[in-house]
């Protein structure tokens, strides 16, 4: 590794040494999103349009999360995580679309 | 273990040395053209299915009606549990630690997501629904047993690398094997992200 490599940021578990890190909060975060989208999705009064708006809302934001934390993008891959994120977001916009439609 | 460093030390200065996997894209190049390649794929089924879903709404919305919505919540919950374990197998590794366990652990919440999903399968062919009955069923049945043979494929690739972590084939400085199967673990639950509420939810 050259010698401008960046050094392990304190907030990294490895260099802090806590217990509990970005990985356990985000996977409560993300629990506590699965049980709105649940509660989402049990709503018939939304309608169509405004259901897909939501729901792959909470879908395109749980992915997200699970790209920056869990696979770790936020810190070692920043445009990847751009990239897959715009992605993701076009994905949501494009089947709230056409799912509006029906 | 094959390959050993020392975890990063805080030096006199407060400075902690580089890791050596730290400036590295976690799993490597040939993980992320796979994910991008699977992601593309599934793209195109959720695009098929909405498309279809907007022609034929009362088919879809009615079809939907025989899910079980909560077993399918259920296994969101499993399989972001699995992630997570798979996202701190990959934490654990990085300090020297074990990982093997949370490995095991990625790989079990699998088999019981595998499990309620068979569960499901079985009262919908038993109910009589099958590819062949409409369209919803037909996207149904394709996708989401695409999704599930993933997972079981995943459910093997987790159990390998548990067994190699446990030999001690991982560490520090080899953090690319179990890098590399977490990052397949968390494209499996980004796919079921969207094809939960896809084809459970929305209607």
Known sequence: ?????????????????????????????LLGLTLLTWIVGDDAALGLGRSALLLMGLATLKAVLIAAVFMELARRGRMLLLGLGAYLVVLWLVLWLILARG | MTATTQNPEPAASGEVSPAPWHDRLPGGVVVWVF???????????????????????????????????????????????????????????HRGRRADLWLWGAAVSGVVFVVLKTVEYAEVLSDGFSMSTNSFWFYYLFVTFMHYLHVAGGVGIMAVVAVKARRGDYGPANALGVEAAAIYWHLIDVIWLFLFPLVYLVG
């Open chain 2, 35 to 93: 994910l991008t390649a699977e992601l593309v794929t599934f793209s195109m089924f959720f695009v098929a299915y909405a498309w279809t879903y907007s022609a034929n709404p009362d088919v879809f919305t009615e079809s939907q009606s025989h899910l079980h919505r909560l077993s399918a919540t259920i296994n969101t919950a499993v399989l972001l549990t699995g992630s997570w374990m798979a996202a701190r197998a990959v934490w654990s590794n």
């Open chain 1, 1 to 29: 590794m050259s010698a401008s490599s960046p050094t392990v940021p304190e907030t990294d578990p490895v260099a802090s040494g806590r217990p509990f890190g970005a990985v356990d909060v985000t996977w409560l975060a």
